[in-house]
């Protein structure tokens, strides 16, 4: 097992659309770092400015915690992409190239075959979410320091202290590799319905943006189906920076992603272990 792992993984580092994750992270992170490190009081006073007209706010500088909130909100939303842009070939990829029939001529069952695929790709996974964490946290920590974290939302504006803030982000960045998780099993799951490398791509990207728009309708029939989609608890990570924290929503939502992965990935190696490979 730990050699198809080890072959899955290579397959990975050698495909240049690999790559694309890490670069777009590295660019989009440096860019935001770069504008807030010109205007970022600026933007905090922006943020507050409601606020000033009944408080009187004092001590609230701009600092690296802030703005590595700041980038997870922005970033983590096109994470889905780049993880699919991987994991949605890892089947129908071989099929579409021809070598999945060589791959099955080995001694070795299709469940482990996609059980190798699939802990390749959360390998792959766990190494963009650790490449954010160190560029977006660790590095705007070391531009702009240490500091409280401000985080304004639509009713309330709640402030974490310096102290308070490593566990929070170690853990957000934990969830948001859970939430990561459920779209690589999505993917893997179209990948062996589909013929191509391509359609698993738009079909998972597809049915994450169908499932955002429901969740931003305040509408009754849609406010009974938001509780089922993984899309709605893809963003408990943001719960972690909450006062106080919210436990037993964090842990449903964690339950409702994991129940999400295991039933992607059962019904893949059902489908996978009946497929007939004709090419």
Do not use: C
Not at 27 to 44: K, S, T
Not at 93 to 112: F, M, N, Q
Not at 155 to 163: K, P, Q, T
Not at 233 to 254: A, T, Y
């Amino acid at each position: 097992m730990l050699e198809l792992i080890k072959i899955e993984s290579f397959k990975i580092a050698t495909k240049p659309r690999s790559y694309i994750g890490f670069a777009a992270i590295f660019a989009i992170v440096v860019l935001i770092q770069l504008a807030l490190y010109a205007d970022g009081q600026a933007y905090l006073d922006f943020l507050i400015q409601s606020l000033n007209q009944s408080f009187q706010i004092e001590g609230m500088d701009f600092n690296g915690n802030l703005v590595g909130f700041i980038i997870l909100q922005t970033l983590i939303i096109q994470m889905p992409l780049l993880v699919a842009l991987v994991s949605g070939d890892a089947i129908s990829g071989e099929i579409a190239g021809g070598t999945i029939r060589s791959l099955l001529t080995k001694p070795v069952s299709r469940s482990r075959i996609v059980w190798a695929k699939f802990i390749a790709a959360e390998g792959y996974t766990f190494l963009l979410i650790l490449w954010l964490g160190i560029l977006a946290w660790v590095g705007s920590l070391l531009i702009f320091g240490a500091g409280d974290l401000v985080v304004l939302k639509s009713d309330a504006l709640v402030i974490v202290r310096d102290a308070d803030t490593a566990w929070r982000f170690l853990s957000a960045f934990a969830l948001a590799f859970l939430s990561l998780s459920v779209v690589v099993a999505l993917s893997f799951l179209l990948s062996a319905f589909a013929e191509n490398s391509i359609a698993p791509i738009i079909i998972t990207m597809s049915i994450i943006l169908l499932f955002t728009i429901i969740g931003t309708f305040d509408i009754p029939i849609f406010n009974t189906i938001k509780p089922f989609l993984f899309t709605t608890h893809m963003i408990i990570w943001r719960n972690l920076f909450d006062r106080p924290l919210p436990v037993e929503q964090i842990v449903q939502s964690v339950s409702i992603l994991m129940l999400h992965i295991a039933a992607f990935l059962t019904i893949t190696l059902v489908y996978f272990n009946k497929k007939d490979i004709t090419q």
